[in-house]
């Protein structure tokens, strides 16, 4: 087995150890932090049903950002959307057999890595352009946004340009699935696609990326409006009832 | 006063976002807290040599007490999406005023000392060491936040930069640098009963001398009672209700819906405030002690409704957290709760805002208004924030928005809307909410009016409005205070009550 | 606390110049702060400093706005007696600027 193998078998077997961990513990952290007042931004669905139909049209549509600003939210529902798709596409890399939707959804996959560059062009154009998002803007900022360009530019010159051999790209995440490694294709864009794409896995539970799971533990979106029907007390809150 | 001179903005046809000017706003601190004051609070009045740990500790326990507050300084992606929603940015342009800026004025120091991210490479993500610098950035800009929400309606994961402010001024108060305004307030409302400071024997006073002037006015002895146990309904106000003008012609106002309704009905010594600073403090003790006074004085006099007056944020705190921190309301199984929810009367909310039991009198006919007696008036509403976004009134979302609204428009026949995009969730605050309503803080309340001063120019332009209702006393004062700035007439700013109280027919 | 220094002696003041402590007020000091405000101190004015200053012995705060043109109304007449007549006499506002002449503290709270 090749040194480039054995490398990138161990950097995707820790970047997915940590990805996972991560944000299971994230995850972990946020349910076990109380939310001890009725902060929904209102108005408010008074239901848990309506509670996840706003979460869904939040998560889905973008809701808030659209009544914000109608070209972040372009850019960002592209990207977005674009990502999903391509997202899904990759599954074909790790299912045998394919499941069939993969297969319907493939080919607009294949377009949509075209949305997801073209939103995230637009969101670094902003970045340097409007001096609102211009003074906000940390280097990590600007480099996340570089760093999934790259990803997905690399991806499209393997699917438009120069194809890669995927047959064999393949084997080698079955062979990580299954803990038989697997010789991982020796073509450069696939290596540098392979090697973001795990430091992308790295930083996501230590990054804003956080904002995915943040977004449904946040109190203004997730709570039902109906604190005079119900008494809602955090359990540190309650214990100052008791002195009472 | 030797308060600094400062230009009035300029009012213009839109609200337009201004090219960010670094600094501008810097200079703005409102005073701090002096010993005493603090003293009663239980909060050092001077910074100790241990000043960062503390600060750091006490990051830390909110961190792990606030979903909010770890959710949404993990969350941000810097979007920009609330760059241009502040309305202390639109008025001020000092970046620091946009609502992200102000939430990492905060965010830098947790990625500092709480992510892994920021303790590697600091530079990269933006983390910064908590210097005195930034300790002072905080009492500046955290002191220039109305925490009114606005933000959180546009953030994409509805990141709420009131929040943060809460947490930032508890965090400025744990180490000594408290504001005086505030914490001045929190100790008169313990200590006598309200905000103002208003002794029980000048109350009443205050009040027979109000029960002569609706008499020598309409010719009817409409009462204003205090401490009558056995009333049916405890209605709760802010104190500035029974001091100020325009406020007090609200408080009229209910006592004659009171009194054309045949409702009887007590105000409180005990508990003659609906406002809680503790909200603006962001301390959950000190709003819960600051609220149990409306506990203890429904369970002394025994009523079976708790109502409330016109103020903004109080309705947040009643509407949203008595149940909460008070178990006024419903749903409760626990015997702290259960032994004031037996007492209260389950056909009604618990608590009721003024302007649902007088719209449901109005609707229902149990008291009767001519709105032509307000035909001089052409009518607008300023939607408060912490009504607006922080609140519902009826029983369904929004109805904080049409109650009011409906209540108006039954009082008066001429009403217009000011625009869209700053009504309804989308309103603009005051520029004095949140504990900014303070002579120190004149610039910033000026500059952050700005927003809603336009929009309202455009309505006196195009329809002829000479009257803002309100329902907030924060609003109220603000108002008066700040429109004469920009060339309007102060009294063009009143109460909704203001209006019933005008329009009501009282045989 | 900062200090004022009025006809030789020095008197401990807030830092917007009310004065601290209330027994120690007199009419060189009400004259002092007259200036300060760019208040012109005339019959009328006086007729509401001392007003202000019975009503807070007897009730240990400022009176309520209505409550100050109604007797400023009763002792001058009543087209005295009105919000307006008390803006002239204090343009920035009636309680906190007569307050501030009084030795009165400063009301504060929504208003």
């Not at chain 1, 290596?191 to 896995?201: G, K, N, R, T």
Request: charged share 20%; with cysteine; aromatic share 10%.
């Amino acid at each position: 087995m090749s040194t480039v193998t054995i490398i990138y078998a161990g950097l995707f077997y820790i970047a997915t150890l940590l990805l996972v961990a991560g944000l299971a513990y994230k995850i972990f952290d946020y349910s076990r932090t109380p939310a001890p007042l009725k902060i929904p931004t209102t108005p408010a669905p008074t239901t848990q049903t309506g509670v996840v139909y706003r979460m869904a049209k939040e998560v889905v549509l973008f809701e808030s950002l659209f009544k914000s600003n109608k070209w972040i939210w372009v850019f960002g529902w592209l990207f977005h959307f674009g990502l999903l798709l391509v997202l899904l596409r990759h599954l074909r890399y790790f299912t045998e057999p394919v499941w069939f939707w993969v297969n319907i959804v493939q080919p607009f996959g294949k377009y949509a890595s075209i949305m997801m560059v073209v939103g995230l062009i637009g969101l670094l154009a902003r970045r340097f352009l409007v001096d609102r998002v211009r003074y906000i803007s940390t280097p990590s900022d600007y480099l996340m946004l570089v760093l999934i360009i790259v990803i997905g530019a690399s991806g499209m010159l393997m699917t438009f340009v120069a194809h890669t051999d995927i047959v064999a790209l393949k084997t080698f995440f079955m062979g990580l699935m299954y803990f038989d490694v697997q010789p991982v294709p020796q073509d450069p864009i696939l290596l540098v696609h392979l090697a973001l794409v795990a430091l992308l896995m790295l930083i996501f539970p230590i990054s804003k990326l956080l904002h995915a799971p943040g977004v449904f533990f946040s109190p203004t979106r997730n709570q039902a409006d109906n604190p005079r029907e119900n008494r809602h007390v955090a359990a540190w809150a309650a214990r100052l009832d008791q002195k009472n | 006063m030797a308060a600094a001179e400062f230009d009035i903005p300029e009012i213009k046809d839109y609200i337009e976002v201004p090219k960010l000017r670094e600094g501008v706003m810097a200079h703005a601190k409102t005073f701090l807290a002096p010993k005493p004051v603090q003293d009663f609070m239980g909060y050092p009045h001077e910074l100790a040599d241990n000043w960062k740990e503390s600060a750091l500790e006490k990051m830390g326990d909110l961190l792990g007490k606030y979903r909010s507050l770890k959710v949404f300084l993990d969350a941000c992606v810097h979007c920009g999406a609330c760059t241009d929603k502040c309305h202390y940015y639109l008025g001020t342009s000092d970046p620091k005023n946009m609502p992200v800026a102000r939430q990492d004025l905060m965010r830098q120091v947790y990625r500092r000392y709480f992510t892994t991210a920021g303790k590697l490479f600091p530079k990269l993500v933006g983390a910064k060491d908590l210097t005195k610098e930034v300790l002072d950035d905080w009492y500046n800009y955290y002191h220039q936040c109305s925490e009114c929400r606005r933000c959180s309606v546009f953030c994409p994961y509805g990141i709420d930069t009131a929040e943060i402010t809460m947490a930032g001024r508890e965090i400025l108060n744990h180490v000594g640098m408290g504001q005086k305004y505030s914490n001045e307030i929190l100790g008169k409302v313990q200590k006598i009963g309200n905000n103002l400071g208003l002794p029980g024997p000048a109350l009443l006073d205050t009040l027979e001398g109000l029960e002569e002037d609706i008499e020598a006015d309409t010719g009817v002895a409409v009462k204003l009672p205090i401490d009558v146990k056995g009333a049916e309904v405890l209605l709760v106000t802010p104190s500035a209700d029974f001091f100020s003008e325009p406020h007090v012609e609200s408080l009229i106002g209910y006592a004659k819906v009171f009194h054309a309704a045949g409702i009887s009905w007590t105000l409180s010594t005990h508990a003659s405030e609906a406002g809680n600073f503790g909200l603006f403090n962001g301390n959950y003790e000190t709003m819960r002690k600051v609220a149990m006074r409306i506990r203890d004085a429904a369970l002394e006099l025994g009523v079976k409704r708790i109502v409330v007056g016109e103020c903004g944020h109080a309705w947040r705190v009643a509407y949203s957290f008595w149940n909460t921190l008070t178990g006024i309301g419903y749903g409760a199984d626990d015997p702290f709760s259960i032994e004031l929810q037996k007492q209260l009367d389950p056909n009604y909310p618990q608590p009721q805002h003024i302007c649902e039991l007088t719209n449901d009198l109005i609707q229902s006919g149990r008291i009767k208004v001519d709105p032509s007696l307000n035909d001089d008036l052409i009518v607008t509403y300023h939607d408060s924030c912490n009504v607006a976004r922080a609140s519902r009134m009826g029983t369904e979302p929004g109805g904080q928005f049409t109650i009011p609204r409906e209540l108006i428009k039954s009082v008066v026949n001429n009403f217009h809307n000011m625009a869209d995009d700053t009504i309804y969730e989308s309103t603009f605050c005051c520029g004095g909410g949140g504990g900014l309503l303070t002579d120190d803080l004149m610039e910033v309340r000026v500059k952050g009016a700005l927003p809603r001063v336009t929009a309202l120019n455009n309505v006196v332009k195009e329809h002829k409005v000479n009257f803002m209702a309100t329902i907030c006393a924060i609003c109220k004062a603000q108002f008066t205070k700040v429109l004469p700035k920009y060339g309007f007439d102060m009294s063009m700013v009143g109460g909704v009550h203001q209006l019933v109280s005008k329009a009501i027919k009282l045989d | 606390m900062p200090m004022v220094n009025i006809a030789g002696k020095d008197y401990e003041v807030d830092e917007e110049g009310y004065l601290i402590d209330l027994s120690q007020w007199n009419e060189d000091i009400a004259k002092y702060m007259a200036v300060e405000e760019k208040v012109e101190l005339t019959e009328g004015h006086w007729e509401v400093v001392n007003f202000l200053r019975e009503y807070y012995a007897e009730y240990q705060i400022a009176p309520a706005v209505r409550v100050l043109t109604k007797a400023i109304g009763k002792k001058l007449g009543p087209d005295k007696g009105n919000n307006k007549y008390l803006y002239e006499l204090f343009p920035y506002g009636p309680a906190k600027q007569a307050c501030k002449i009084a030795g009165l503290p400063k009301p504060t709270g929504c208003i």
